[in-house]
């Protein structure tokens, strides 16, 4: 069984037997883990996980919301593989006006994952399922376009009914019901805000300053930085590189000073500037679309 990249099950996770006896046999392929806020997502895919690889030589976890994400920063969709993990930035904590990144992002993904050869690709995905903030229409695009062979349906009642009735009716993608553990708990918007800040405060630790030149970069959407952006520095496929805070703008030089990780930047082509502000000492950060 292969250990995967930041998975590991939790001591104390709560097991309910009607999870036991999903028949994880024929579950393979993109199989999509959909629910409301505070169902239990990322920790019934942390579960699925285990299960599958015992089935499978390469199972692929893809860590799909920006704002709690586990496996990166927050502003970055990120994808396990035997051989390591892949991420994308999304320019925002939040997928409401950022739905065309998200789609790009995951779908890269994707392919990345069915490219390396995984067998079974759990995507654990945002809680956003309200319609009046486009999540049904996101989540029903994001089926279309990815095409899972299987979504686990995490429900209380029948909340995800306005996204799924559709594909019940066409007959595909197959949907499996699963009832949430009683043991979720809810995180309000302050735990949120604190996880993203810790999360945030550990991609810095032992940060570099270094000033680039932006005309030598491929700078998305257009050179335009404001002081605390933050910034993903992509390689010639998209794929992050890095994350960096802008700390210094200078426009008739044409510089931008970033705090960064201490990682090697060689590869870097790309520079897009995100929506969100990340303060530099208190790792909070703010929303500016
Ligand atoms: N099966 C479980 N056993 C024990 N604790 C659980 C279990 N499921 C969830 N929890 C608890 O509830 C919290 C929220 O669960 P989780 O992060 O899995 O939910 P989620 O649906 O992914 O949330 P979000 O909407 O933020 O993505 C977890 O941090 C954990 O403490
Ligand atoms: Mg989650």
Same mark, same amino acid.
């Given at each position: ?15 309910? =037997? $009607?999870? =036991? ?22 920790? /019934? ?66 392919? =990345? ?9 759990? $995507? ?27 979504? #686990? ?49 550990? $991609? ?28 993903? #520095? =992509?390689?010639?496929?998209? /794929? ?18 970033? #705090? ?30």
């Amino acid at each position: 069984m292969q250990i995967l990249y930041g998975v590991v099950q939790r001591m104390g996770m709560d097991i309910p =037997e $009607y999870w =036991e006896s999903i028949n994880t046999k024929s579950l393979k392929g993109l199989i999509m883990v959909l629910g409301a806020p505070d169902m239990g997502k990322s920790t /019934f895919c942390e579960y699925l996980v285990q299960r599958l690889a015992k089935e499978h030589n390469h199972v692929a976890l893809m860590d799909g919301d920006p704002g709690q994400s586990r496996l990166g920063p927050p502003t970055t969709l990120n994808l396990s593989l035997n051989s390591g993990v892949r991420r994308v930035f999304v320019g925002s904590t939040s997928p409401v006006r950022h739905m065309l990144p998200m789609l790009v992002a995951a779908s890269k993904l994707v392919h =990345e994952a069915k490219s390396a050869g995984a067998e079974a690709i759990v $995507y654990d995905t945002t809680g956003l399922i309200d319609e009046h903030q486009g999540g049904v229409t996101f989540k029903q695009a994001k089926i279309d376009l990815l095409q899972p062979s299987v979504i #686990l349906a995490l429900q209380r009642g029948k909340e995800l009914e306005p996204i799924l009735a559709p594909f019940g009716k066409r007959g595909g993608p197959q949907i499996i019901d699963v009832k949430p553990s009683l043991a979720v708990q809810a995180r309000n918007m302050y735990m949120r805000r604190r996880y993203r800040r810790l999360k945030f405060t550990k $991609y810095f630790t032992d940060p570099q300053r270094v000033t680039l030149d932006w005309s030598k970069f491929a700078v998305f959407p257009k050179p335009y930085f404001t002081k605390h952006v933050l910034v993903g #520095l =992509e390689d010639i496929e998209g /794929f992050t590189v890095a994350l960096g805070i802008a700390l210094d703008i200078r426009p008739q030089e044409r510089t931008v000073t970033l #705090l960064l990780p201490k990682i090697s930047l060689d590869e870097v082509k790309v520079l897009r500037v995100g929506d969100i502000l990340v303060d530099p000492m208190s790792f909070e950060d703010r929303k500016i679309l």
